[in-house]
Nanobody
Framework: QVQLVESGGGLVQPGGSLRLACAAS????????MRWYRQALGKERELVAG????????NYADSVKGRFTISKNNAKNTVYLQMNSLKPEDTAVYYC????????????WGQGTQVTVSS
């Protein structure tokens, strides 16, 4: 059974840090581009960060550059999003996405994890 399970969300004060994890099962992430998206209440889902199948290429939304870092551990079949200097506008549900690098219709989503930045 293919699954992406996010964890690590929660409530944090502005300026704080959180580390999200996305554990994959039922497939191997080494053949997939992995991405983190987020969706704030009343807003469209937006791409936050992505990492290529080898892990050598990453990309970030302008709003999170210099604050967030995406990484992966193929041995653990897990992708991470380290979030530092969090702002209230980072509050959203964060979703993990996997898309096969050759067969893009092979795409999976996690259920999401809530991140709330508030004092």
């Amino acid at each position: 059974q293919v699954q992406l399970v996010e964890s690590g969300g929660g409530l944090v004060q502005p300026g704080g840090s959180l580390r999200l994890a996305c554990a994959a099962s039922g497939f191997t992430i080494s053949g997939y581009a992995m991405r983190w998206y987020r969706q704030a209440l009343g807003k469209e889902r937006e791409l936050v960060a992505g990492i290529g199948s080898t892990g050598s290429v990453t990309n970030y939304a302008d709003s999170v550059k210099g604050r967030f870092t995406i990484s992966k551990n193929n041995a653990k079949n897990t992708v991470y999003l380290q979030m530092n200097s969090l702002k209230p506008e980072d509050t959203a549900v964060y979703y993990c996405n996997a898309r096969h690098i050759i067969h893009p219709r092979q795409e999976y989503w996690g259920q999401g994890t809530q991140v709330t930045v508030s004092s």
